[in-house]
């Protein structure tokens, strides 16, 4: 299970919304080919995974008391499952009021919460909090969740986010 954000233009949300009510079954690929960005675009900035850390990051900003919960927050867009659950969306303002607190809120700040044996004995998955390099891991995908949140924010975008 990993966690998908897709940033979303304008115009990409309105097909998106379209897709989900007319083409269902297309509004999923749809999404992830966004999130692999435009072809001109030599790095995609417009989608991420998070891998598997997506848990052990929820259970550290649940720590800390973010505004906006960026793992399993946001409005369902529909019932239909991509994956494990449907998309939801993180709205513009959402993702700006999300964008201030990570870029507020270093690594660091999260890494003293960290206790391997307790994210272990509640059964945080994926369960490898006791490996040397599980620390790193969560740290990575962290800077890159701060990227795609500042970055959407700065172009007033806002996020689906969805487990696949």
């Keep these: 299970m990993i966690m998908e954000y897709v940033r979303l233009r304008p115009h990409e949300l309105a097909e998106l919304r379209r897709l989900l009510a007319e083409e269902p079954d297309n509004a999923y690929e749809y999404a992830g080919d966004l999130g692999m960005g435009d ?75 960290y206790a391997a044996a307790e994210m272990t004995a509640a059964d945080v998955y994926p369960g490898v909090w006791s490996q040397d390099w599980a620390l790193s891991y969560l740290e990575e995908s962290y800077g890159q969740l701060v990227t795609l949140f500042c970055a959407a924010a700065a172009d ?9």
């Design 39 to 113: 072809e001109d675009e030599a790095v995609s900035s417009r989608g991420i995974d998070t891998d598997k850390a997506w848990a052990g990051l929820q259970w550290l900003l649940a720590e800390v008391d973010p505004p906006v919960d960026v793992i399993g927050g946001g409005e369902p867009m529909t019932d239909d499952k991509w994956g494990y659950d449907p998309p939801r969306l993180l709205t513009a303002a959402d993702v700006a009021q999300a964008a201030r607190f990570l870029a507020a809120t270093p690594f660091a700040s999260l890494a003293v919460h």
């Design 156 to 164: 007033h975008e806002p996020i689906v986010v969805w487990m696949a």
